[in-house]
């Protein structure tokens, strides 16, 4: 009785499940089905899971001729390694001071800190602030520094895990075998932390990897700093300008001509996404548990 | 007495505070980096919030230009467009936290009990969408929407017969698809939450009421959604604080920034982009920031008090 009960809530869960992952999956599959069918077969007959005719034409499209494709790409791997190498480096600092009870104006710093999650000044004074008196538009930094290098929130969850996983004892006796602060840290306190360190580090990487806003706002002239997002960001601006403004036919044509086909802007988006899907078995757990960590603070 | 005892302490007290901040000098150092791009990047910005109180001039600068008083706000909230983005932006917002909520919980129950291998497979599969970037996102809605070639139009409509809907030009559409899109990303996130939740209950509940008889309906009814409360009762706060922001790669490239779309699709964080970026409407556009900044922040500070009243551990202070 009860196994026949628990057999058709297995059944019932699996069926869900299993649809739900299909939802999930199904968008990317398309996109990847696409990136690798017949151009013409994709403009007669429409994206589709069961293409015509298949062709390669796109990826050699992209290695033969598509520089533009590859230098973007390049500039966001930069932009990703060094993008959160640099975060990490501040955020543990930040927050291993931030930890220590004995610090004089400790409590000060941490407000300032937690303010930042409360109130912000928005797009129109960090644009005014980073363009006039910083001066980065059409700079690399442009892609670096604004709002992504460091926020308020991984601060404080790498504080709290300084505070309850790295036990004071540890370092203690390290400070007495004549270590000073900064050998403690790196020798000690931040191999402790090294799960948590992972976890926000992942998560920066894979903001920075994704983003498209700075170069959006800030990369009015300098396209050759595009990364590979704002790349494709340009492409289906393009599109949609070309499609909005359709009566001038003669003007379309010309336009037209510089966009890459439409395989060839799938296979870009399938690069795009490729180094996510590839590293995302291995850091899964990692993601999880930062999940855990941020959802549910404490 | 006492007041003779501060006299003799202070002065021994002050050194001994010099003696600490020396002490701490190396961690000072290490903690600059940080301050000083929490400075660059979040303090220093917030000056320039009173250009919302002026008519800007950009040869002037925001210093140099003259004061507005209220009337960039007298402004804004004379046009419809004020009416227009609050309101898109609570109402999207309060779809997804009831939509969410319900999925995310649900999807929960659902993983916790299953005990097939599988389990771990489907976890990462809804995950997966919730790492894709805006802008690849509105790629994959374009390859079912897009009017000449989209999955839709081609191999589900004109089989059956049905004429074809330009998508980007007809707003009618586009809550149900906003909607869809932000429960497609974000149901796995939400759902490891209430997951781990779910794992850490005390399993001698469940054996006890299955001793008991009790069928599994029942034991989610009875047990594990009153034990989830407390958990859903903060995240749906948490997410009550924020109803004032909306996701902008969402409201801003999925829909590809279609002019046909806005009354629908604009956001208080799309609209003050264009004025920015777009437009030139520098003015309308802080306006539109500093009522979003203030607004904001009352919404967050309040959402947290009440969660430190139901439940301290979890408010951000």
């Keep these: 009785m009860k196994t026949k009960e628990e057999k058709r809530y297995q059944l019932f869960g699996n069926i869900i499940m299993i649809i739900l992952s299909a939802c999930a999956i199904i968008p990317l599959i398309l996109l990847v089905i696409s990136s690798f069918t017949d151009n013409d077969t994709l403009i007669r007959n429409g994206y589709s899971f069961v293409p015509e005719k298949l062709s390669l034409y796109a990826y050699e499209y992209i290695f033969n001729t598509g520089n533009s494709v590859i230098h973007a790409y390049g500039i966001s791997i930069l932009l990703t390694a060094l993008g959160t190498t640099l975060s990490l480096v501040i955020t543990t600092m930040l927050a291993y001071t931030l930890s220590k009870k004995y610090v004089p104006g400790r409590g000060i710093l941490t407000f300032l800190v937690f303010f930042t999650m409360l109130f912000n000044g928005g797009l129109v004074p960090t644009y005014m602030n980073y363009t006039n008196t910083f001066g980065i538009k059409n700079t690399f930094w442009a892609l670096l520094v604004p709002n992504l290098l460091m926020n308020g929130f991984n601060v404080l969850l790498m504080k709290s895990y300084f505070v309850t996983g790295v036990p004071e004892e540890v370092l203690e006796a390290a400070q007495i075998d004549g270590a000073g602060e900064f050998k403690t840290f790196i020798k000690i306190a931040l191999p402790l932390a090294k799960p948590v360190v992972a976890t926000i580090g992942l998560f920066v990487g894979i903001a920075y990897w994704n983003d498209w806003q700075n170069g959006y706002v800030y990369l009015t002239k300098r396209t050759d700093l595009y990364s590979i997002q704002n790349l494709l960001n340009r492409m289906i601006q393009n599109i949609q300008f070309l499609s909005q403004n359709s009566s001038n036919i003669s003007n379309a044509n010309v336009g037209l001509a510089s966009i890459p086909s439409v395989s060839v802007r799938m296979a870009m988006a399938v690069a795009g996404i490729l180094p996510i899907i590839l590293i995302y078995p291995f850091v899964q757990n990692n993601f999880v548990k930062g999940i855990t960590l941020g959802g549910v603070k404490g | ?317």
């Design chain 2, 1 to 317: 007495m006492s007041k003779t005892a501060t006299a003799v302490n202070t002065p021994e007290k002050k050194r001994k505070k010099w003696v600490m901040i020396k002490k701490c000098i190396p961690l000072y150092l290490m903690a600059l980096p940080g301050v000083l791009y929490l400075f660059i990047n979040n303090y220093m910005p917030l000056p320039g919030l009173v250009l919302a109180f002026k008519n800007f001039n950009a040869r002037k600068g925001i210093y140099g230009s003259p004061w507005a008083g209220w009337s960039n706000f007298k402004y804004l909230f004379a046009t419809q467009d004020a009416w227009i983005i609050t309101r898109n932006t609570i109402l999207y917002n309060v779809a997804f936290i009831i939509l969410n909520t319900v999925c995310a919980i649900a999807v929960a129950i659902i993983l916790s009990e299953i005990t097939s291998k599988a389990k771990k497979f489907y976890q990462s599969a809804i995950l997966l969408p919730f790492l894709i970037s805006a802008v690849i996102v509105s790629y994959l809605v374009f390859a079912f929407l897009s009017t000449e070639n989209g999955f839709i139009n081609n191999s589900i409509l004109k089989p059956l017969g049905i004429k074809s809907i330009s998508w980007y030009s007809e707003k009618q559409y586009w809550p149900f698809i906003l909607v869809f899109v932000n429960t497609w990303k974000t149901i796995g996130y939400n759902c490891i939450i209430y997951l781990s939740t779910i794992i850490g209950f005390d399993k001698g509940y469940y054996e006890a009421a299955a001793i008991d008889g009790a069928t599994k309906w029942q034991q989610i009814k009875r047990i594990t959604i009153p034990l989830l409360k407390p958990t859903i009762i903060m995240l749906v706060l948490l997410s009550v604080g924020r109803i004032f922001y909306s996701d902008f790669g969402l409201f801003y490239q999925v829909p590809q920034n279609s002019g046909a779309l806005y009354s629908v699709t604009n956001t208080i964080d799309t609209y003050v982009y264009r004025g920015l970026l777009e437009l030139g409407d520098i003015t309308m556009s802080s306006a539109a920031g500093l009522y979003q900044s203030v607004v904001g922040f009352i919404l967050v500070f309040t959402a947290n008090l009440i969660v430190r009243k139901v439940d301290s551990e979890n408010a951000l202070f």
